[in-house]
């Protein structure tokens, strides 16, 4: 009687281990159909990806001499393309773009199950490990299904990742090859990613690695060449130069290791080192290495884009998708010690086991209404464009310029890739850049520049006064992940007609 009492316990808590587990891609399904539709930013850089693929549509290049009129992002090309290619079908907006990450971030989820099904042969290991990527959504940013370039990235680099692991044909080095050009043609990040993949490729097999290391340097090598240009020497600009001399955050060297990993994730750390370390003293030394230098990768990569000023929580989507691939390798590699080693206590052991896994789950819990603008977000919004719709003149949203072009005006750089033009070493395109925005301000170019913050250079306060608040809500078109920035004056000129 006890023998089958505790059998029924452990296939309840095993059974709660999947429920606690599935419920979060549930649950982010659920979420991602309400926010794709949302016609206003989630994020305050959303905006400036649609203002991207609006200037691909309309046959421009992206990455040009910095003005007032646009500035591309230090990013590469690859997430907007394909975003234009979608923009053509469905219309210019956030649901195409938003579209391409939600499909990626679907995608990683498999990959990571597949990975793990693939090594373990055990389903219920890869469910546990691509729910557990799904749990991180909340600790990420929420970021999986906005409309910015990581889900594409990840979902790119993680596919290379099967690939390499699973197939050993010329063939298959090729594929694993272009699929990491092109995550690097999302997010240069890649290249550093790829570098321990690289050792690995030369362990494996030096004649195929020829062909892994060669199509990575040839597809990022004529890119570069080509798309400089055909831009005239900006590309490199934007996406190397312009990166390289981001400010680090030395108080991010630990807390990411700290916070980021070990306070958020302390039981899939410690068992993504248990694996390894069983790997290491008992596993094919293939095996070990491979999974050994994908964490130094991925989980590196991460570390490094963090470090960067500007490195948000969506930088972590590397390191927790890897730590997600080992936390499911260890719940098998566990489970298999425990049949082996505890024959008399081995129920207990398993229920003992669900429940570490369970705490680890629910310590993930998180709101997901917070993650969903509300109603009156959206009457806000919509309010917000008639606004400037009646404004007679052009107007300046330099913090969310797409709003600009939803009431049918012209959009212009966006605060943060200003940014990063002001605060980096090429002078001659600062002093340009600054010439150009004081220039306009002086001559009262806008009808109106609406501002998230006081804090703007350019004299402002000088030539323009503010006239009113955007919102007498305090509570209403906030961005649901990242930076909590929202319109909130409209300045008009000093001694001219306020429209």
Same mark, same amino acid.
């Given at each position: 009687?006890?023998?089958?009492?505790?059998?029924?316990?452990?296939? $309840?808590?095993?059974?709660?281990?999947? !429920?606690?587990?599935?419920?979060?891609?549930?649950?982010?399904?659920?979420?991602?159909?309400?926010?794709?539709?949302?016609?206003?930013? /989630?994020?305050?850089?959303?905006?400036?990806?649609?203002?991207?693929?609006?200037?691909?549509?309309?046959? &421009?290049?992206?990455?040009?001499?910095?003005?007032?009129?646009?500035?591309?992002?230090?990013? *590469? %090309?690859?997430?907007?393309?394909? #975003?234009?290619?979608?923009?053509?079908?469905?219309?210019?907006?956030?649901? %195409?773009?938003?579209?391409?990450?939600?499909?990626?971030?679907?995608? #990683?989820?498999?990959?990571? $199950?597949?990975? =793990?099904?693939?090594? *373990?042969?055990?389903?219920?290991?890869? =469910?546990?490990?691509?729910?557990?990527?799904?749990?991180?959504?909340?600790?990420?940013?929420?970021?999986?299904?906005?409309?910015?370039?990581?889900?594409? $990235?990840?979902?790119?680099?993680? @596919?290379?990742?099967?690939?390499?692991?699973?197939? !050993?044909?010329? &063939?298959?080095?090729?594929?694993?090859? +272009?699929?990491?050009?092109?995550?690097? /043609?999302?997010?240069?990040?890649?290249?550093?990613?790829?570098?321990?993949?690289?050792?690995?490729?030369?362990?494996?097999?030096?004649?195929?690695?020829?062909?892994?290391?060669?199509?990575?340097?040839?597809?990022?090598?004529?890119? !570069?060449?080509?798309?400089?240009?055909?831009?005239?020497?900006?590309?490199?600009?934007?996406?190397?130069?312009?990166?390289?001399?981001?400010?680090?955050?030395?108080?991010? @060297?630990?807390?990411?290791?700290?916070?980021?990993?070990? #306070?958020?994730?302390?039981?899939?750390?410690?068992?993504?080192?248990?694996?390894?370390?069983?790997?290491?003293?008992?596993?094919?030394?293939?095996?070990?290495?491979?999974?050994?230098?994908?964490?130094?990768?991925?989980?590196?990569?991460?570390?490094?884009?963090? @470090?960067?000023?500007?490195?948000?929580?969506?930088?972590?989507?590397?390191?927790?998708?890897?730590?997600?691939? @080992?936390?499911?390798?260890?719940?098998?590699?566990?489970?298999?010690?425990?049949?082996?080693?505890?024959?008399?206590?081995?129920?207990?052991?398993?229920?003992?086991?669900?429940?570490?896994?369970?705490?680890?789950?629910?310590?993930?819990?998180?709101? %997901?209404?917070?993650?969903?603008? *509300?109603?009156?977000?959206?009457?806000?919004?919509?309010?917000?464009?008639?606004?400037? *719709?009646?404004?007679?003149?052009?107007?300046?949203?330099?913090?969310?310029?797409?709003?600009?072009?939803?009431?049918?005006?012209?959009?212009?750089?966006?605060?943060?890739?200003?940014?990063?033009?002001?605060?980096?070493?090429?002078?001659?395109?600062?002093?340009?850049?600054?010439?150009?925005?004081? &220039?306009?301000?002086?001559?009262?170019?806008?009808?109106?520049?609406?501002?998230?913050?006081?804090?703007?250079? $350019?004299?402002?306060?000088?030539?323009?006064?503010?006239?009113?608040?955007?919102?007498?809500?305090?509570?209403?078109?906030? %961005? +649901?992940?990242?930076?909590?920035?929202?319109?909130?004056?409209?300045? =008009?000129?000093?001694?001219?007609?306020?429209?």
């Amino acid at each position: 009687m006890e023998t089958k009492a505790l059998d029924r316990t452990a296939q $309840f808590f095993r059974y709660s281990l999947l !429920t606690c587990a599935l419920i979060y891609v549930v649950v982010y399904l659920i979420l991602a159909l309400f926010r794709i539709q949302y016609p206003f930013e /989630l994020e305050w850089m959303e905006g400036g990806s649609v203002d991207h693929v609006r200037r691909i549509l309309r046959g &421009q290049k992206l990455y040009v001499s910095p003005s007032l009129q646009f500035i591309p992002y230090i990013y *590469t %090309p690859f997430y907007f393309y394909c #975003s234009a290619a979608v923009s053509k079908i469905l219309g210019i907006g956030f649901i %195409p773009l938003r579209l391409i990450s939600f499909i990626s971030s679907l995608g #990683s989820f498999f990959i990571i $199950f597949l990975i =793990v099904k693939q090594e *373990t042969r055990n389903i219920f290991s890869g =469910v546990l490990a691509s729910c557990l990527f799904a749990a991180t959504f909340q600790i990420s940013g929420a970021w999986f299904d906005i409309a910015r370039a990581d889900s594409l $990235f990840l979902f790119l680099l993680l @596919l290379a990742v099967y690939i390499m692991r699973f197939y !050993t044909s010329r &063939q298959s080095y090729i594929i694993a090859g +272009v699929c990491i050009s092109l995550a690097f /043609l999302t997010k240069q990040t890649a290249l550093f990613i790829s570098l321990p993949l690289m050792v690995y490729a030369i362990y494996r097999s030096r004649r195929c690695s020829i062909f892994f290391i060669g199509i990575i340097v040839v597809i990022v090598g004529i890119s !570069t060449i080509l798309l400089n240009y055909l831009h005239e020497g900006w590309y490199s600009f934007y996406v190397f130069e312009l990166p390289r001399e981001h400010t680090t955050l030395q108080h991010i @060297l630990m807390q990411f290791w700290s916070k980021d990993l070990l #306070s958020s994730l302390p039981i899939v750390c410690v068992m993504s080192l248990f694996y390894l370390f069983t790997q290491l003293l008992h596993a094919p030394k293939e095996e070990f290495l491979f999974y050994f230098l994908l964490a130094v990768g991925m989980i590196g990569g991460a570390w490094i884009s963090r @470090l960067h000023i500007g490195g948000y929580l969506n930088t972590l989507f590397p390191a927790y998708a890897v730590l997600s691939i @080992l936390f499911g390798l260890a719940t098998h590699t566990v489970s298999e010690l425990i049949n082996a080693a505890f024959q008399e206590k081995k129920k207990l052991m398993e229920i003992s086991f669900y429940l570490v896994c369970i705490v680890q789950f629910a310590s993930l819990g998180y709101n %997901p209404l917070r993650q969903i603008p *509300t109603v009156k977000d959206l009457e806000a919004g919509k309010n917000l464009i008639t606004a400037i *719709t009646q404004i007679k003149g052009e107007v300046f949203v330099p913090w969310h310029g797409y709003l600009s072009a939803l009431a049918g005006k012209n959009s212009y750089a966006h605060r943060m890739a200003m940014i990063d033009i002001l605060r980096g070493n090429d002078a001659r395109a600062k002093i340009k850049l600054n010439n150009e925005i004081q &220039q306009a301000i002086r001559e009262k170019k806008f009808a109106a520049i609406i501002l998230d913050i006081r804090r703007f250079e $350019f004299d402002i306060e000088k030539y323009y006064k503010i006239k009113e608040l955007v919102f007498t809500n305090k509570e209403v078109f906030w %961005p +649901v992940t990242g930076l909590r920035r929202r319109p909130e004056f409209i300045y =008009v000129p000093k001694n001219g007609n306020a429209y």
